[in-house]
């Protein structure tokens, strides 16, 4: 390349003046920089965040916390192949860890199709994490160096062929029972376990236009649409969960989560003149203690913090 370099470069140079050549590289330099920033933006620093908390609760061994940071973590950073990737394999050896075989299996596939073997290889992990991983990776015919192998991850592994036919099975038992609508919740968080969100979505829109007295699916209905930003639907539906039916009244937990994510809802859309009486009404009915468990539950302390910040600097 270099031998290249010398005799075929260097005479086109001479035919390019120094104030083009100047010029271009601060295009380039400046294409780069909003590359770069354009990118950066793209990435929600709250989802960064939850993969470093989950990533240092994964270390301290609290997988319980662990667990509730690295699904919302990868749930967010679907689109980012590398990041999503290394929540999985934190998930992976975390469910390894408390013997859970089928999501351990489950997570570990999910990182390999999205990573492959030489970006999990390029992954910063520490010794023990690395060592447990290549474990795995190797018991699971995923180990690294396979390169004899490479179309073994897209046949289908009998766990998740059992899988799919529990979606299968619930889906004719949903058509043959259709007044059981815990069958449907069981279809709906198995499509969400999946990250299928899509799938869970019209799982629970069939669900409440057979009952729709159904308070708690148009609750999941508009925590989907808040996790997806669209915070118009996402009010729409959480007012609809907070009117109870003649049939049937809502629960104390759902009333609270359902104002708390109005309250959030009512920040992302501007619409700050309507919220002093959703937080009267939340102070009162709960206390500080209860708002806390409530926020961490649903993985929301960041975000309610964020918001109350703002409010407060805003603040005449």
């Given at each position: 390349?270099?031998?290249?370099?010398?005799?075929?470069?260097?005479?086109?140079?001479?035919?390019?003046?120094?104030?083009?050549?100047?010029?271009?590289?601060?295009?380039?330099?400046?294409?780069?920089?909003?590359?770069?920033?354009?990118?950066?933006?793209?990435?929600?620093?709250?989802?960064?965040?939850?993969?470093?908390?989950?990533?240092?609760?994964?270390?301290?061994?609290?997988?319980?916390?662990?667990?509730?940071?690295?699904?919302?973590?990868?749930?967010?950073?679907?689109?980012?192949?590398?990041?999503?990737?290394?929540?999985?394999?934190?998930?992976?050896?975390?469910?390894?860890?408390?013997?859970?075989?089928?999501?351990?299996?489950?997570?570990?596939?999910?990182?390999?199709?999205?990573?492959?073997?030489?970006?999990?290889?390029?992954?910063?992990?520490?010794?023990?994490?690395?060592?447990?991983?290549?474990?795995?990776?190797?018991?699971?015919?995923?180990?690294?160096?396979?390169?004899?192998?490479?179309?073994?991850?897209?046949?289908?592994?009998?766990?998740?062929?059992?899988?799919?036919?529990?979606?299968?099975?619930?889906?004719?038992?949903?058509?043959?029972?259709?007044?059981?609508?815990?069958?449907?919740?069981?279809?709906?968080?198995?499509?969400?376990?999946?990250?299928?969100?899509?799938?869970?979505?019209?799982?629970?829109?069939?669900?409440?236009?057979?009952?729709?007295?159904?308070?708690?699916?148009?609750?999941?209905?508009?925590?989907?649409?808040?996790?997806?930003?669209?915070?118009?639907?996402?009010?729409?539906?959480?007012?609809?969960?907070?009117?109870?039916?003649?049939?049937r009244q809502i629960t104390r937990e759902l009333n609270l989560k359902s104002t708390i994510f109005v309250i959030l809802c009512l920040y992302h859309l501007n619409r700050?003149?309507?919220?002093?009486?959703?937080?009267?009404?939340?102070?009162?009915?709960?206390?500080?203690?209860?708002?806390?468990?409530?926020?961490?539950?649903?993985?929301?302390?960041?975000?309610?913090?964020?918001?109350?910040?703002?409010?407060?600097?805003?603040?005449?």
């Open positions: 390349m270099k031998k290249r370099a010398k005799s075929g470069l260097i005479p086109q140079q001479k035919k390019i003046s120094m104030t083009s050549l100047s010029s271009a590289i601060s295009l380039v330099g400046i294409i780069l920089l909003a590359f770069s920033a354009l990118y950066s933006q793209q990435i929600d620093p709250f989802y960064l965040k939850l993969l470093k908390d989950g990533e240092n609760s994964f270390l301290a061994q609290n997988y319980k916390e662990a667990i509730k940071e690295l699904e919302i973590a990868a749930f967010g950073l679907h689109k980012e192949k590398k990041l999503a990737g290394k929540a999985y394999i934190y998930l992976s050896l975390i469910h390894y860890y408390l013997k859970d075989k089928e999501k351990c299996e489950y997570y570990l596939k999910n990182a390999f199709e999205l990573l492959g073997e030489k970006e999990i290889d390029a992954l910063e992990l520490n010794e023990s994490t690395r060592s447990d991983l290549e474990k795995l990776l190797d018991f699971y015919k995923l180990g690294m160096n396979k390169e004899a192998e490479p179309a073994k991850p897209k046949s289908t592994p009998p766990e998740e062929k059992a899988s799919s036919t529990s979606l299968k099975e619930l889906e004719k038992r949903i058509k043959a029972e259709p007044n059981n609508v815990s069958l449907s919740y069981k279809l709906y968080e198995l499509y969400r376990q999946r990250y299928n969100l899509q799938a869970a979505k019209k799982v629970l829109q069939a669900l409440v236009k057979k009952n729709p007295n159904e308070d708690q699916a148009f609750y999941l209905l508009a925590k989907i649409d808040f996790s997806q930003k669209n915070y118009k639907a996402a009010l729409e539906g959480f007012r609809r969960a907070l009117k109870p039916s003649d049939e700050r003149q309507s919220l002093d009486s959703f937080f009267d009404y939340l102070s009162e009915a709960a206390s500080q203690e209860e708002l806390k468990q409530m926020l961490k539950e649903e993985g929301l302390e960041e975000e309610w913090e964020k918001m109350r910040a703002q409010i407060t600097k805003r603040s005449p």
